[in-house]
C-alpha cells in the first residue's frame, strides 16, 4: 500500500467534520472470527438457505446446533482486535462520531466503542417467538438444543436479522441518519454484498463524503466508491491509519 494513500486518507480523516465506520466481518477476522464469504468463508461450509426465517421456524432442531456453532461458541472465544481497539481510540479522541456494524459479535463495544449502530443485531439476546419475550443470550443454557422459551416454552430465536427478515427500524433509521451527516466514512472489511446494509458507503458518497476503505483485496466499491483505499488486513491498516491520524 502506498504512503500516499495513506497520507491522504489520514489528512482526510483528521479534518472531518463527522466521519463514521462501516464494518463487516473482515475486521474480526483476525480475532477468530471466519467471514461469511471468501477462503475459509461460512457460506463456503453452510448453505445460507438454512439460515433464512422460514427455514428456521420449519427446521428449528437441525438449525440451532448450526447457530450455536457457528455464532455462539465461536464468537464466545472471542476477543477484540487492535483494528476494534483503533477505532475505539478515534471515537474517544474525539474523531469517529459512531459506527454502523453488520457483524453481530459485540467487539466493536468490547474494544470500548460507545455508539455503535449494530445494522444486522447482535448475539446478546434471544426472543420467543411464541411470547414475544426478550432474554439475555447468556441467560438461556444451549446444552438442549432448540432451547426452550423459559415462559412458555416455545422456540427461542438468537435476536440477529436472518435472510428474509426486515432490518429493525430504528437501528436503519440512526444508520441512515449517520451516514446522511458524515463527510468521511471508513469502510473496513467488506465487500458491500448484502443489501440493504451495503448502501451505507453509497448513502456518504451521494452527500458528497469522502471512502477510505480498508480491506484484503478490491471489492464492489472499491473501483466506483472508493477514494482511499488501504490494502491490507484491518487489525495492521486500521491502527496505522489511525496513528498517522492522532500523531
Ligand atoms: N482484514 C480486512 N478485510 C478482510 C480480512 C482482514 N483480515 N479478512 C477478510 N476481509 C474482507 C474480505 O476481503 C471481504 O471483503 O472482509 C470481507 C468479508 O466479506 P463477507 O464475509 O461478505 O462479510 P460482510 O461483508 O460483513 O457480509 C455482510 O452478509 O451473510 C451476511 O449478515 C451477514 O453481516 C453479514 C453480511
Request: aromatic share 8%.
Given at each position: 500500500m502506498s504512503n500516499h494513500a495513506l497520507k491522504n486518507a489520514a489528512d482526510a480523516l483528521r479534518q472531518a467534520r463527522c466521519a463514521m465506520a462501516f464494518t463487516g466481518a473482515g475486521i474480526s477476522v483476525e480475532s477468530g472470527i471466519p467471514p461469511f464469504r471468501g477462503p475459509g468463508g461460512v457460506w463456503s461450509r453452510y448453505d445460507p438457505d438454512m439460515f433464512e426465517k422460514g427455514y428456521f421456524k420449519r427446521h428449528p432442531e437441525e438449525v440451532w446446533p448450526l447457530l450455536k456453532e457457528i455464532f455462539f461458541d465461536m464468537i464466545g472465544r472471542a476477543k477484540p482486535n487492535p483494528a476494534h481497539l483503533a477505532l475505539a481510540e478515534l471515537e474517544d479522541a474525539g474523531k469517529l462520531v459512531g459506527i454502523v456494524t453488520?457483524?453481530?459479535?459485540s467487539l466493536h463495544q468490547a474494544a470500548g466503542s460507545r455508539t455503535v449502530h449494530e445494522y444486522h443485531g447482535s448475539t446478546r439476546r434471544m426472543q420467543c417467538l411464541s411470547c414475544r419475550t426478550y432474554f439475555e443470550?447468556?441467560?438461556?443454557?444451549?446444552?438442549?438444543?432448540?432451547p426452550p422459551c423459559p415462559v412458555c416454552g416455545g422456540l427461542l430465536k438468537p435476536d440477529f436479522v436472518f435472510f428474509g427478515e426486515g432490518i429493525p427500524t430504528d437501528v436503519h433509521l440512526a444508520a441512515i441518519e449517520l451516514a446522511a451527516q458524515a463527510d468521511v466514512c471508513l469502510v473496513i472489511g467488506t465487500g458491500g454484498e448484502v443489501a440493504p446494509a451495503g448502501r451505507i458507503p453509497h448513502v456518504v458518497k451521494n452527500h458528497g463524503g469522502t471512502i477510505i476503505e480498508i480491506n484484503l483485496r478490491d471489492t464492489a466499491y472499491t473501483y466506483n466508491t472508493t477514494d482511499y483505499f488501504l490494502e491490507g488486513k484491518a487489525g495492521v491498516r486500521t491502527p496505522e491509519l489511525v496513528r498517522a491520524v492522532l500523531a
Amino acid at each position: 500500500m502506498s504512503n500516499h494513500a495513506l497520507k491522504n486518507a489520514a489528512d482526510a480523516l483528521r479534518q472531518a467534520r463527522c466521519a463514521m465506520a462501516f464494518t463487516g466481518a473482515g475486521i474480526s477476522v483476525e480475532s477468530g472470527i471466519p467471514p461469511f464469504r471468501g477462503p475459509g468463508g461460512v457460506w463456503s461450509r453452510y448453505d445460507p438457505d438454512m439460515f433464512e426465517k422460514g427455514y428456521f421456524k420449519r427446521h428449528p432442531e437441525e438449525v440451532w446446533p448450526l447457530l450455536k456453532e457457528i455464532f455462539f461458541d465461536m464468537i464466545g472465544r472471542a476477543k477484540p482486535n487492535p483494528a476494534h481497539l483503533a477505532l475505539a481510540e478515534l471515537e474517544d479522541a474525539g474523531k469517529l462520531v459512531g459506527i454502523v456494524t453488520q457483524n453481530i459479535d459485540s467487539l466493536h463495544q468490547a474494544a470500548g466503542s460507545r455508539t455503535v449502530h449494530e445494522y444486522h443485531g447482535s448475539t446478546r439476546r434471544m426472543q420467543c417467538l411464541s411470547c414475544r419475550t426478550y432474554f439475555e443470550s447468556s441467560a438461556i443454557p444451549l446444552d438442549t438444543l432448540p432451547p426452550p422459551c423459559p415462559v412458555c416454552g416455545g422456540l427461542l430465536k438468537p435476536d440477529f436479522v436472518f435472510f428474509g427478515e426486515g432490518i429493525p427500524t430504528d437501528v436503519h433509521l440512526a444508520a441512515i441518519e449517520l451516514a446522511a451527516q458524515a463527510d468521511v466514512c471508513l469502510v473496513i472489511g467488506t465487500g458491500g454484498e448484502v443489501a440493504p446494509a451495503g448502501r451505507i458507503p453509497h448513502v456518504v458518497k451521494n452527500h458528497g463524503g469522502t471512502i477510505i476503505e480498508i480491506n484484503l483485496r478490491d471489492t464492489a466499491y472499491t473501483y466506483n466508491t472508493t477514494d482511499y483505499f488501504l490494502e491490507g488486513k484491518a487489525g495492521v491498516r486500521t491502527p496505522e491509519l489511525v496513528r498517522a491520524v492522532l500523531a
